[in-house]
C-alpha cells in the first residue's frame, strides 16, 4: 500500500468524521512527514530515520506558547506520540531574497513581528515553563557537547577541507573552547529552529502570517534563535530587531559563533549518517547582499 494510502488510514482511524476529499504528502522535512487534507488541516507523522521525536512533547509546547506569543502558531487538535494534527496555517516560505525585496518599512515590519515573538516566547516565566514540564531544547549550547563535536569535526570534516579553511575553524573553535565563560547563559524558552521554511508569508498583506514546526522548542540559550536568524537573513536584519527587542543585542556575540558554526555542524551530521540530503539542506542561506527590487 502507498505510504500516503497508509498515513490517510490512520487519519480516518482518529478522524471518522472527517471527509477526505483531497490530500498531499511532503516526505521532504528531517523529522516529519506531513499530510495536508483538504487543504484545511495539518496531519505531521514522525519518522523514525534519524530519532523518534516524541510529537506529545511538541504539542505540550505549542500549549504553553499559544498563552504568550501574538503570532499564529499551530493549535493542535490531536496528539499522540507520533502524530499530531492542527488546522493549517496559511503562507508561504519566508525566503531572504523575497524579504531583501520588499520596501524598507515592510522588513521593518516583518523585523519586528520577529524580534515581538522572540520576546514573547523568552519571556516566558521559568516556573511557568517547569509546571508544562517542557523539556530542554533540542540545540546544542553546553561546553561539554561542543568540545565533543570539535573532535568529531576533526576526524570527519577537516580532512575535506582546503587549507584555509581548515585554518579558520581550528582558531575559531580553540578561541572559543578556550574559555568557559563563552557559553554561559540564562535559560529562556527557545524555539532553535526558524529557518526561513518554519516563517509563513502572506504576499497580500507583506507581513508574516504565522510561525510552525516547534519540534526542537524548549529550555535553552536565547543567542540559538538569533543565530538562525543571522545566518539565513543576515546579522544586519537581526539589528532591525532592537528597536522592540533591546536585549536581544547582549547574546549577539553566542549568536555570532552558533551561526558561524551552522554549515560546518550539518557537513558532519550528512557525513556521519552518510545521508547526501544534509549537504544542501540550507543551500541559499543568507549573506548580507543588496537586492534590485
Request: proline share 6%; charged share 30%; net charge negative.
Given at each position: 500500500?502507498?505510504?500516503?494510502?497508509?498515513?490517510?488510514?490512520?487519519?480516518?482511524?482518529?478522524?471518522?468524521?472527517?471527509?477526505?476529499?483531497?490530500?498531499?504528502?511532503n516526505?521532504?522535512?528531517?523529522?516529519?512527514?506531513?499530510?495536508?487534507?483538504?487543504g484545511?488541516?495539518?496531519?505531521?507523522?514522525?519518522?523514525?530515520?534519524?530519532?523518534?521525536?516524541?510529537?506529545?512533547?511538541?504539542?505540550?509546547?505549542?500549549?504553553?506558547?499559544?498563552?504568550h506569543?501574538?503570532?499564529?502558531?499551530p493549535a493542535?487538535?490531536?496528539?499522540?506520540?507520533?502524530?499530531?494534527?492542527?488546522?493549517?496555517?496559511?503562507?508561504e516560505?519566508?525566503?531572504?531574497?523575497?524579504?531583501?525585496?520588499?520596501?524598507e518599512t515592510?522588513?521593518?515590519?516583518?523585523?519586528?513581528?520577529?524580534?515581538?515573538?522572540?520576546?514573547?516566547?523568552?519571556?516566558?516565566?521559568?516556573?511557568?515553563?517547569?509546571?508544562?514540564?517542557?523539556?530542554k531544547?533540542?540545540?546544542?549550547?553546553?561546553?561539554?557537547?561542543?568540545?565533543?563535536?570539535?573532535?568529531?569535526l576533526?576526524?570527519?570534516v577537516?580532512?575535506?577541507?582546503?587549507?584555509h579553511?581548515?585554518?579558520w575553524?581550528?582558531?575559531?573553535?580553540?578561541?572559543?573552547?578556550?574559555?568557559?565563560?563563552n557559553?554561559a547563559?540564562?535559560?529562556?524558552?527557545?524555539?532553535?529552529d526558524?529557518p526561513?521554511?518554519?516563517?509563513?508569508?502572506?504576499?497580500?498583506?507583506?507581513?508574516?502570517?504565522?510561525?510552525?514546526?516547534f519540534?526542537c522548542?524548549?529550555?535553552?540559550?536565547?543567542?540559538a534563535?538569533?543565530?538562525?536568524?543571522i545566518?539565513?537573513?543576515?546579522?544586519?536584519?537581526?539589528?532591525r530587531?532592537?528597536?522592540?527587542?533591546?536585549e536581544?543585542?547582549?547574546?549577539?556575540?553566542?549568536?555570532?559563533?552558533?551561526?558561524?558554526?551552522?554549515?560546518?555542524?550539518?557537513?558532519?551530521n550528512?557525513?556521519?549518517?552518510?545521508?547526501?540530503?544534509?549537504?544542501?539542506v540550507?543551500?541559499?542561506?543568507?549573506?548580507d547582499?543588496?537586492?534590485n527590487?
Amino acid at each position: 500500500m502507498p505510504e500516503l494510502d497508509l498515513y490517510l488510514k490512520r487519519i480516518q482511524e482518529i478522524r471518522p468524521d472527517l471527509a477526505i476529499e483531497h490530500a498531499s504528502l511532503n516526505r521532504e522535512g528531517l523529522l516529519n512527514d506531513v499530510v495536508i487534507v483538504n487543504g484545511a488541516f495539518v496531519f505531521r507523522f514522525a519518522k523514525r530515520k534519524y530519532g523518534f521525536k516524541d510529537l506529545k512533547e511538541e504539542a505540550e509546547a505549542l500549549r504553553l506558547l499559544r498563552k504568550h506569543v501574538t503570532l499564529p502558531i499551530p493549535a493542535p487538535i490531536y496528539e499522540d506520540h507520533e502524530l499530531t494534527a492542527y488546522p493549517l496555517i496559511p503562507g508561504e516560505t519566508l525566503r531572504q531574497d523575497m524579504l531583501m525585496r520588499l520596501p524598507e518599512t515592510d522588513q521593518q515590519a516583518i523585523a519586528e513581528q520577529l524580534a515581538q515573538f522572540f520576546k514573547e516566547m523568552h519571556g516566558i516565566p521559568l516556573e511557568e515553563i517547569a509546571e508544562s514540564s517542557i523539556p530542554k531544547a533540542d540545540v546544542l549550547t553546553d561546553y561539554e557537547g561542543w568540545a565533543r563535536v570539535y573532535e568529531r569535526l576533526q576526524d570527519n570534516v577537516f580532512p575535506l577541507l582546503l587549507p584555509h579553511a581548515r585554518e579558520w575553524a581550528t582558531e575559531y573553535f580553540e578561541s572559543w573552547l578556550t574559555d568557559r565563560d563563552n557559553f554561559a547563559y540564562e535559560p529562556k524558552m527557545v524555539d532553535t529552529d526558524i529557518p526561513p521554511y518554519h516563517i509563513l508569508f502572506d504576499r497580500q498583506t507583506r507581513r508574516i502570517s504565522g510561525i510552525i514546526d516547534f519540534g526542537c522548542a524548549g529550555l535553552g540559550d536565547p543567542a540559538a534563535d538569533f543565530s538562525v536568524i543571522i545566518y539565513h537573513y543576515g546579522e544586519s536584519f537581526l539589528s532591525r530587531f532592537y528597536n522592540i527587542y533591546p536585549e536581544a543585542e547582549a547574546h549577539l556575540r553566542r549568536a555570532r559563533f552558533y551561526a558561524e558554526t551552522i554549515e560546518m555542524r550539518w557537513l558532519l551530521n550528512g557525513i556521519e549518517r552518510n545521508d547526501q540530503t544534509w549537504f544542501a539542506v540550507h543551500v541559499c542561506a543568507a549573506k548580507d547582499l543588496k537586492y534590485n527590487r
